[in-house]
């Protein structure tokens, strides 16, 4: 596609289910973003992937986050036993990586845990 | 440690000019970004600066000072629309983008 696709838009889960979050980076992106927004506040990182290097993992806030990038373009942010403070939007971005960083965000996911 | 200083909240008038500050620290430098949020919405990119001085963009204009660890978005002729908030995102030795906070710009007629 044109742009960073994300799914589902929006997730309504139970407090204790796992989520799965979907990021599709703009063909040819090797570097990915994944962040968490809360309402009203500003981008907290949570994991950077650039092509085959290891992650940059150190903005995952607990254990039960997990994510990964397969093939070096799609990647997936799982959320084991979700709680209420897990409850924002989830914005993926991808860029060209190196010094043509800009980077292109998706529209985000909406998590909700009730 | 990583820093970006940027402040909360601004608030200026339709038709008038406006500077938003922001300073930062990175372990390396590979150039500055600015994006600007609209509430609910994915950031979009603004401007990108690289070298000393300023960039001009239509109404939008960014200044670097590498030496001094500084950025500037100047936003001229102030729209209604305008009003959102603007971060600024320099990039480290990794090329990783660090984010500031936001501005939230608030327009008033």
């Known amino acids: 596609g044109a742009g960073v696709s994300q799914s589902p838009s929006n997730k309504v889960t139970e407090k204790g289910k796992d989520v799965e979050l979907r990021c599709d980076p703009i063909?040819?992106?090797?570097?990915l973003y994944w962040y968490r927004q809360s309402l009203g506040q500003g981008l907290e990182f949570l994991i950077y992937?650039?092509?085959?290097?290891?992650?940059?993992k150190s903005g995952l806030p607990s254990d039960r986050f997990s994510a990964e990038r397969t093939g070096g373009s799609v990647s997936t942010l799982t959320i084991q036993r979700t709680q209420q403070e897990d409850s924002a939007v989830y914005l993926c971005?991808?860029?060209?990586?190196?010094?043509?960083?800009?980077?292109?965000f998706g529209q985000g996911t909406r998590l909700t845990v009730v | 440690g990583q820093n970006i200083d940027q402040p909360t909240e601004m608030t200026a008038t339709e038709g008038a000019i406006v500077q938003i500050n922001c300073t930062y620290q990175?372990?390396?430098?590979?150039?500055l970004f600015w994006y600007q949020q609209h509430a609910g919405e994915a950031p979009t990119f603004l401007s990108y600066?690289?070298l000393d001085g300023l960039e001009e963009k239509g109404r939008f204009s960014s200044f670097l000072s590498r030496s001094k660890g500084y950025s500037y978005l100047l936003l001229k002729e102030l729209q209604m629309k305008d009003s959102a908030s603007y971060l600024c995102?320099?990039?480290?030795?990794?090329?990783?983008?660090?984010w500031g906070a936001g501005t939230k710009l608030i327009i008033k007629p």
């Open positions: 063909s040819g992106h090797t570097a």
């Open positions: 600066n690289v």
């Open positions: 990175t372990s390396g430098f590979n150039g």
């Open positions: 995102a320099p990039g480290d030795s990794n090329y990783q983008l660090i």
């Open positions: 992937f650039q092509g085959n290097s290891a992650p940059d």
């Open positions: 971005a991808s860029s060209l990586g190196g010094r043509r960083g800009e980077a292109f």
